[in-house]
């Protein structure tokens, strides 16, 4: 039996050298250089191709080289065998620590000065104490609690907004679609690091934003598809929201003919605020495996009718 390996985005060298230390026995074979398609079992893949993985007769299951595995789920043609994601594996500080830049982006105005510069405007602009600002966060699990967490330490006032539930010392929990609005009302900074699903998906649209309180802003860690990309360049433009820092879109790489690349108030980033760490990762989807080897059920399966 072996594994197969298929990412754009991440070096198989280091993923080879950790199972051939770790379990010798099952070769690792990188797309396109597979020699035998019946003997893989498991596949540890980011973004494969459509068709893909059911050339794979023997496949058990499905190891994601992320934390987002809404594009599998959504594919007909992946297998109907486990999925399984990984839970943080250094993942979560890295997003955490791109959420706190773009609050403090925001918050003391980096883009004004960065613009003073450039005309060479030398004025101090009048300061904001950080619990004049309130900073909601879409989605308190693994990830938003460790975002939440650092923005109390930094004295936001913090809000947490999740369809399911979460307590968490110093922040203000709302819970649900009936409590969208109460929670958006005095959001000065909305991050989303919520998974897509159908519940989700387009949550970022006028609807959001017009609650929002006028010159707020975006930011968007979570999915594409959570962002309705031409409502926020329309209250971008009408001035209800005042800026946005975003990391995913529905279509990537990012279009080159797309408005947001030269939005003056928009900053653009390539799918960089929780990138996969080898190093990180590596013993948790080899447990994983070690796991289903011995029968057991792996840690991170993702339940398909939510869609993580």
Known sequence: MSVLFYSQADDPVPWRNAF??????????????????????????????????????????????????????????????????????????????????????????????????????????????????????????????????????????????????????????????????????????????????PSTAGILGVRTFNVMPRGSYVVNIGRGGHLIEEDLLADLDSGQIAGAMLDVFNEEPLPQSSPLWSHPNVIVTPHIAGVTIASEAEEQVIENVKRMERGETPVGVVDRSKGY
């Open 20 to 197: 051939a230390a770790a379990l010798p026995q099952m070769p690792f074979q990188v797309w396109p250089d597979v020699e035998d398609m019946e003997s893989v079992r498991y596949a540890l893949v980011w973004n494969p191709p459509s068709g893909l993985l059911e050339k794979l007769p023997k496949l058990r299951a499905v190891l994601a080289l992320g934390a987002g595995v809404d594009a599998l789920i959504a594919d007909p043609t992946t297998p109907q065998v486990p999925v399984v994601r990984l839970l943080d594996a250094g993942l979560a500080a890295q997003m955490a620590e791109y959420a706190v830049y773009a609050v403090l982006h925001f918050h003391r105005r980096m883009r004004d000065y960065e613009k003073q510069q450039q005309k060479r405007t030398w004025n101090q602009l009048a300061p904001m104490p950080a619990s004049g600002w309130s900073v909601g966060v879409m989605g308190t699990g693994v990830i938003g609690g460790i975002i939440l967490k650092h923005l109390v330490t930094l004295g936001y006032r913090v809000r947490g907004w999740s369809l399911s539930g979460t307590s968490i010392e110093g922040v203000e929990s709302f819970v649900g679609e009936d409590e969208l609005d109460a929670f958006l009302s005095e959001c000065r900074v909305v991050i989303n690091v919520l998974p897509l699903t």
